[in-house]
Nanobody
Framework: QVQLVESGGGWVQAGGSLKLSCAASGSRFSMNVMGWYRQTPGKQRELVASISIGGSTNYAESVKGRFTITRDNTRNTVYLQMNSLKPEDTALYYC???????WGRGTQVTVSS
């Protein structure tokens, strides 16, 4: 059973930075695709960024140029460096890996204006 443990969320003022980490344990193999999603109350969960095992990345338009996703395949860990944070980035951020699909429990990011 794969478990995803997220860390790095918190509170920050607008313009600040945070770095999220997600470590996948319980698998002998590197995860194919690892990514970050976010959700706010009343809205659907949306993709923030994803990265393949080969390093190909995909970003939501709203975070391009501000967020950077990276991964360490030896540790089955994915990171999300978030710079120039805005109040609209406030959300619960989830880690996802697939295939097969697993989700973390989420880490809260709050950006104050």
């Amino acid at each position: 059973q794969v478990q995803l443990v997220e860390s790095g969320g918190g509170w920050v003022q607008a313009g600040g930075s945070l770095k999220l980490s997600c470590a996948a344990s319980g698998s002998r193999f590197s995860m194919n695709v690892m990514g970050w999603y976010r959700q706010t109350p009343g809205k659907q969960r949306e993709l923030v960024a994803s990265i393949s095992i080969g390093g190909s990345t995909n970003y939501a338009e709203s975070v391009k140029g501000r967020f950077t996703i990276t991964r360490d395949n030896t540790r089955n860990t994915v990171y999300l460096q978030m710079n120039s944070l805005k109040p609209e980035d406030t959300a619960l951020y989830y880690c996802r890996v697939f295939p097969p699909e697993y989700w973390g429990r989420g880490t809260q990011v709050t950006v104050s204006s």
